[in-house]
């Protein structure tokens, strides 16, 4: 890994900063306020990214992403993201009249690269290899004079806009103790994290990661980022098999814990969400509900980040019919 | 039927009334913006009464009729219902610190009796022609002195609650053309049609039916309520053979127009706003919804009331897998 420095590291932004921020994506997404649920031993508020256009909370990273490099000259967006990311970063271009660039490993999706497609973008497929030598690279070739690059996760502007969402949630419920959120790259949880220490809110992150998957437990045991194995499941939107080492550094100043949750849990959690909280999410979300269940939560005031809703129809249809 | 005069017709009420009503409200409920989805050749924005507490919008009628109540000196609230209603009388009950006696047919759905009960109601079970006596007469054996009749429909305290919902509507979007609710005591599209009026805003309140089981359309052809047969279906919320006669005057003032939707569309509503909104609503919901997509409304601004999400879970599921 070549020592580089980052342009998000430290990431500290400022209160009007992220007013700012927020205030621009307010005509394209939905700030909805926080649903109190009923808890017996806790009190747990949902904050449900999962209603946002495009289904997930990644619509704030695009769109802010886009304003950012738009106002920095940029021409042209390139990025390399096999799912929900592209689709808001080129949201976020058609605002700012930019094209957009994606490049999709062909073992994506194909729903997805369609979905990318038909939102407007130049869609580029790759091998794995060559798609992740990308990613890292932040190279593509023929990349038009006066593109930018923007990454999924590391990047200054796509924090930014994760940020947002915890800047609601402070100015919400600035008594809040624990906010946990599912951990993918680390973008969203960090992102929240600045904004709550921008607001001098003292709650605690907590990651939310599904057994079998756990990057950022085994990075926190070991130190560092490190290789794990990985078994796929039906929560496909966090889960690694390493975290990404350019992330390392404001991971762990921001986190100081994952909870890993058993996939069983998971399930459950994602039947509740949807027979008692009426809300259809994705894996990941309900691996962060799962969480804020677990006994050492007992008496926190907690906020739970439903980060998205992108799941195949037939795999909830089948999470739903296993009734516990 | 003898011809009385109600406490709740004319209903007019005026701004200031609906504004107080409202933030006596807001402690207990969820006050959500309208969710802006997409339409090809409509704007249509959903009023997400599903996600209150207790899964319906009639949390707001029943708070409302236990403050009214107990400021006018009510020891005691007592009604007739076999359903959400009841639950949020009693919730209302609770705050305001009165007991309540809920009656109900020995047909009601056990799960609703239990939820009833263990809301904290006193519970009171009759073969259904009593009970129907009940609902028609507002009699009961034994009333405590003091004890006041709220009847889940035709009540003036009732109707003021509902009506917070087209206040809402029309203070975030007074530019809209439709308003389209489901239709089934009559209630929810009265209230909001006294509101819209209230505040000057001349959008068309829409009533949604289900084929097989609209008494609206067969009154609004006869020009009173007529009996009509009623076929049974998934879409249980709504509904009925015959409107209630002590409506009819405030129905026929309010409401011109009533949309029957195939059950099949009303199957296949319910299906799209899980998949497409992320959202799990009742049967009652998507005829809403259903209606509202309907060729007649090519063009509009639309606002559809999701009007609850008190489905079966098992209903639900067999829902989401008949895929179209």
New interface residues.
Partial sequence: MPDRSYDFDPFHPELEELRTTRNRLLPSI????L?RIGGNDRDIRLKVE??QPL?SFKIRGGITAAAEAAKAGATCLITASAGNFAQGLTLGAQLCNLPVEVHVPDSAARIKVEAIKASGAFVVEHCFTDWWNIMQTRQTENAPRGAKFIHPVAERSVLLGNATIGLEIAEEWPEVDVVIAPFGGGGLCVGIAAALQALGVSAEIVAAEVSGSAALSAALSAGGPTLIDRTPSFVDGIGSTRVLDEMWPLISAFIGRSVVVPIEECAGALREI??S?????EGAAATAYAAAHRPEFAGARITVVLSG?NID?EV??DL??Q?G
Same sequence: chains 1, 2.
């Fill in positions: 939905r700030s909805l306020p649903l999962s209603l289904g949807a027979f909280h009426k809300l259809v999410v809703s129809p909830f249809v739903m019919r009734r």
